[in-house]
């Protein structure tokens, strides 16, 4: 037995003294080393957590030199040849570069500037009602296509939106003479997005209510008294309440910018609408798994190309956001 | 004391409630009608004269499914996927959860930046589904569960957690009673802490059964398919060649491609409905660990 009350009870005092301390680094560090054995149980706990991160997180980390080789199978990663920068260069002079750069920044930029400030306005909605009942209904029903699956979602578009025996095209048939096919090359991109909103409004509008409900009452009825319209005081009170959470959420979603919706993707994607939802994360996977000869290499080279633009993405929304705002992440 | 609403506020209110109704019908309009077309006579459909509630109801779409061996094994894969998934992630994030609450824990932050970096820098699906190989996990259960286990996310909200509902002084307490820390954690933190371990087992269970691209990337045997990557494979069918389910002559073509349709909109119910029972169970606790979590 380790931990008695005795340690628990020095390891207090010692504390708030350590920055103080004359010969501070020694002593500190002898008392790091103590407290370390004294916390071994909690490292046993941690271990498999550790392991996992090691091992599915971090060893594919290193893969990323992959990148930079020519990857051959039975060598190995570690065995493999060097190739230098020859395969980000391939992609950098590859006919698709600039299109697929273009679509995954136009769809993902779309979905941002789309899908960013609609919770926002249904939490302000929602948060000015008084009927209590009718905003838990409202919440409950929003809220649950988000544990929809994507093939799901997916389906459901296809089957819905079908231009033969949809639902939804049957009154637009009526009324516009014709059916609109919503996976084609000019509607994908709407259908992607608005699919989105769908499903994840009612999910993203939760923290902003957090945030709303964290907001004094008072200043509300101060206002009231001074004769502020619910416009004014949504403005004027309930906006800046929730600014600081915004601006955490804006700066995650700059940095998943890039990582969103793979899936919802790949699932949407047909070959009329190719040249339009061909993105990074796409494209690298068809190299590596669709192509009669996988390009692992070549695949890894778009994939670290497109971690490098996110990390620069959310350093720089970082950046931006403590100049703005004083306000940032890390 | 008690204001009286201006006019404009009124207006404000009228609008208000419209457009919440008008969102509300349009979520729950699209889930509506699935469920009412798979109970729908494959003539209905075929006729499309369902809109809102079904139209000479049958369920013989769902019969076709309990007749179906593939549809069967799909359905107990994601069973065991989603099992085995939910345990698996609820001890990983249970675990590292509770360890990184500690404040008497050496390099708690930076044990926490180690789980949070992969988030920052992710390797990508390339390496690692090399790395699924190399460990031999390649068409095995395992890769479809593993690869994706714990959630940085869900290890933050337990964290909170513990930090908020497993107080310092409990735990001095406990060792003037000559209690470790394993006893502790075992005997005291993880019964305090029910919800949030129903909250990790839901929240990992309806991720596994709503995944199908590990099964898809990492397993080539149908045995090992879950429900989702069937769905995938049966939606892809029609939309690449409606005559493949089915040879022979027109009629009989039709007839099947009418029920095909039916059977489609009856598995994407079967597919939708579990996560959709479970999740108003989940959502109390995970609102609120939600945001404990995320606005610190």
Redesign the interface.
């Known amino acids: ?5 005795m ?2 009870t020095t ?1 207090k005092i010692e504390k708030p003294e350590v920055p103080g301390a004359p010969d501070g680094n020694q002593r500190a560090s002898r008392r ?1 080393g103590l ?2 054995r004294r ?1 071994w ?6 271990l ?3 392991v ?2 090691i ?10 030199v ?1 990148a930079f080789k020519n990857y051959n199978i039975t060598l ?2 570690t065995g493999s040849p060097w190739a230098g920068t020859k395969y980000i260069t391939q992609f950098f002079h590859s006919y698709l570069f600039w299109p697929v750069i273009k679509n995954t920044l136009v769809l993902n930029i779309y979905a941002l500037l789309a899908l960013f400030p609609l919770p926002i306005i ?1 939490a302000l ?2 948060n ?2 008084r009927n209590q009942r ?1 905003k838990k ?2 919440q ?6 988000y ?6 979602l ?3 578009i ?3 939106f079908s231009p033969t ?1 949809g ?1 939804v095209n ?1 009154p637009i048939a009526a009324i516009f003479g014709g059916p609109v096919d919503f996976l084609s090359a000019s509607a994908f991109r709407h259908t992607y997005v608005w699919s989105g909103a ?1 499903q994840t ?2 999910y993203s509008a ?2 902003f209510l ?2 709303l409900a964290g907001v004094d009452p008072e200043l509300h009825e101060a206002a ?2 001074d004769g502020a ?3 004014r005081r949504i403005w004027h009170i309930d906006l800046p309440g929730i600014l600081p ?1 915004t601006i ?1 959420l804006l700066i995650l979603n700059m ?1 998943q910018l890039l ?1 969103s919706g793979f ?1 919802k993707v790949l ?1 949407l994607q ?1 070959p009329n609408n190719l040249s339009v939802s061909q993105v990074l ?1 796409t494209y ?2 068809q190299i ?2 669709q192509s009669q000869i996988p390009q ?1 290499s070549y ?2 080279a778009i ?2 190309f ?2 490098v633009i996110s ?1 620069i993405l ?1 350093l720089l929304a970082n950046w931006l956001a403590r100049r703005v705002a004083k306000q940032s992440l890390f | 004391m008690r ?1 009286r609403d ?1 006019r ?2 009124r207006a ?2 009228v609008l ?2 419209s ?2 109704t008008v ?2 019908l ?3 309009y ?2 509506i ?2 469920i009412s ?1 798979s109970f729908s006579s494959a003539k209905a ?2 006729d ?1 004269s ?2 809102l509630w079904p139209v000479g109801a049958t369920i013989d779409a769902y019969k076709t499914i309990m007749d179906s061996p593939n549809l069967l094994i799909g359905f107990a894969n994601s069973a065991v996927y989603t099992i085995g998934g939910a345990l698996l992630g609820t ?3 249970v ?2 959860g ?3 609450s ?1 404040d ?4 708690r932050r930076i ?1 926490m930046f ?2 949070l970096i ?1 988030t ?12 699924v190989r ?2 031999g996990l390649l068409d095995t259960r395992w890769a479809v569960i ?5 959630s940085v996310f869900n ?1 933050i909200i337990t964290r909170t957690f513990y930090q908020m509902n497993v107080p310092q002084e409990m ?2 307490a406990a ?2 009673d ?5 006893r502790f ?1 075992f005997r005291i933190a993880i019964p305090l802490s029910k919800p949030i371990i129903a909250v990790n087992l839901l929240f990992y269970g ?1 991720t596994q ?5 590990n099964a898809f ?1 990492y397993t080539s045997d149908p045995g090992l398919m879950p429900l ?2 069937v ?2 494979e049966l ?1 892809s069918q029609s ?1 690449v060649n409606p005559g493949m389910i089915g040879g022979g002559d027109v009629a009989e073509l039709l007839k099947r491609r009418e029920l095909f ?1 039916k059977l ?2 009856a ?2 119910v079967v ?2 409905i579990p ?2 029972i ?3 169970f989940v ?1 109390k606790h995970f ?1 609120k660990g ?2 404990i979590g ?2 610190k």
Do not use: C, H
Request: hydrophobic share 60%; glycine share 6%; charged share 10%.
């Open positions: 037995m380790t931990g008695t009350d340690t628990t390891v790091l407290r370390m916390s149980q909690l490292y046993v706990l941690l498999p957590p550790l996992f991160s091992i599915f997180l971090y060893w594919p980390m290193y893969g990323l992959l190995g990663i249904l909605l929602l000015s009602l009718f209904t409202v409950l029903i929003t809220y649950a296509p544990f929809i699956s994507t093939v799901v997916v389906g459901m296809l089957m819905l025996t639902v049957r769908w409004l009612g939760i923290i957090a945030a009231r008294v319209n619910i416009l959470v955490t940095g990582n899936e699932l047909n994360d690298s996977f590596a798994f692992y695949a890894t994939g670290l497109k971690s990390l959310i | 204001i201006t404009g506020d404000y209110f208000n409630y457009v919440l969102f509300t349009m979520v729950l699209p889930m009608y699935v077309a459909i075929a499309n369902v809109y001890a990983l994030t675990l590292a509770y360890a990184a500690r008497d824990l050496p390099f044990i180690f789980f992969p920052l820098v992710s390797a990508g699906i390339v390496p690692t589904y090399i790395v190399q460990l593993l690869p994706g286990a714990m290890v735990l001095e060792k003037v000559g209690a470790d820390d394993f954690f309806i059964w709503n995944g199908w691209f990337l989702q990557l769905l995938r939606l939309a349709d489609k909109y598995m994407i597919a939708m996560p959709l479970a999740y108003p959502q609102v939600a945001l995320s606005i």
